[in-house]
């Protein structure tokens, strides 16, 4: 199983990017998605899941009005599509996937059972 996570760069405050995150090795649609950072000196955060259908989002409150999970089955692509971005958002961002359909759990690293390797995000002010 590989995630391969993609599209972090730098950008202005204010300003919009999306990274996602092509799985392959894995049936996708059988597995929920994640999104976590981990910025310098910190410990790494959840910041949204997707339900494995799909149908079902959910999101940290420091971003819930700024980011948008989704996915898409028939490319076995996970995306966080990111707004408004502020420098606190400064991290390395990285994909997840677990069996877990409980949406509650979904904000636990321990629901996910791969991981990819992460990107860098950076905000400037």
């Known amino acids: 199983v590989q995630l391969q996570a993609s599209g972090g760069g730098l950008v202005q405050a204010g300003n919009s990017l999306s990274v996602s995150c092509a799985a392959s090795?894995?049936?996708?649609?059988?597995?929920?998605m994640g999104w976590f950072r981990q910025s310098p000196g910190k410990e790494r955060e959840f910041v949204a899941a997707i339900h494995r259908s799909g149908g079902v989002k959910y999101s940290t409150d420091a971003v819930k009005s700024r980011f948008t999970i989704s996915r898409d089955h028939a490319k076995k692509t996970v995306y966080l599509q990111m707004n408004s971005l502020r420098p606190e958002d400064t991290a390395v961002y990285y994909c997840?996937?677990?069996?877990?359909?409980?949406?509650?759990?979904?904000?636990?690293?321990?629901?996910?059972?791969?991981w990819g390797q992460g990107t860098l995000v950076t905000v400037s002010s």
């Open positions: 090795g894995v049936t996708f649609n059988r597995y929920s």
């Open positions: 997840a996937a677990g069996p877990s359909v409980i949406l509650s759990n979904l904000q636990s690293q321990n629901a996910y059972a791969y």
